[in-house]
């Protein structure tokens, strides 16, 4: 393409610099190969243009092929996270129940030790998202609800998740340290857990394990965007 806007520059140079050409036949030949010059420059800048734009597009598809199954691994993880919080609730309540004459019981508590000593924390799959929006291609993804939906998924919903399991975590290390402190084995294979749980101290770190609707609430959401978001991308690229 530059060869020939080039000829064409070259011929209009030299009719207009041909002395056995009168004016207006210099003016004719000249204002046509100008139009053939811009002619060309507007074309070669259109299809330009439309390589740049499906090389964006083809980059953006496999950006969101890609989100869509990290999303998927990440609903996974995010409905067992939400199992083992409601359990956490559950133990916490339990341990803390105020009633006339109630005691823990070893075989309740038995039931709930996985909730006791586990500790559960969201890790997302969220690098290809941050690679995208580091390299700024974020504003390629042309279905505007699908880019809100991931961004506010990404940078507003999963946030708040982290921010509520980590308080909650750091929460349940208190109670961790006071097991530490206060744990003795009282025979084979046996403890003095239900003394201690029974204690005022752990009463009051175990009340503030209880409440658990929080986390759970902005679990739900995050799943709820991520099946959103995972039907968009079915949708706009025809994967249903």
């Not at 060309?40 to 950006?63: G, P, R, Y």
């Not at 341990?95 to 823990?104: M, N, Q, R, V």
């Not at 809100?148 to 999963?158: A, S, T």
Request: hydrophobic share 35%.
């Amino acid at each position: 393409m530059e060869k020939e806007i080039k000829d064409h520059a070259v011929k209009a140079y030299k009719t207009m610099k041909d002395p056995k050409l009168k004016f207006w036949h210099k003016a004719g030949e000249i204002g046509i190969e100008v139009a053939i010059i811009v002619f060309a420059v507007t074309l070669s800048i259109w299809v330009h243009d439309i390589s740049d734009h499906n090389h964006e597009q083809k980059d953006v598809k496999s950006f969101l092929l890609g989100v869509r199954q990290d999303l998927k691994s990440d609903l996974i993880q995010m409905q067992g996270d939400t199992t083992a919080f409601k359990g956490a609730g559950l133990t916490f309540t339990y341990i803390t129940t105020d009633a006339p004459g109630f005691k823990l019981s070893k075989d309740s508590l038995h039931k709930y030790q996985n909730f006791l000593s586990n500790v559960t924390s969201f890790v997302g799959n969220d690098g290809r998202y941050q690679g995208f929006k580091s390299s700024g291609k974020l504003g390629n993804i042309e279905d505007d609800t699908l880019q809100n939906d991931i961004v506010e998924l990404y940078q507003g919903i999963i946030p708040s998740i982290l921010a509520s399991t980590n308080s909650y975590n750091q929460r349940k290390e208190a109670l961790f340290t006071f097991f530490n402190q206060n744990l003795k084995r009282t025979g084979k294979g046996t403890n003095n857990l239900v003394e201690v749980l029974s204690t005022n101290e752990a009463i009051n770190i175990c009340g503030t394990l209880t409440y658990v609707d929080e986390i759970n609430t902005r679990y739900k959401s995050a799943i709820k965007r991520s099946k959103k978001i995972i039907a968009e991308i079915d949708k706009d690229y025809d994967l249903q």
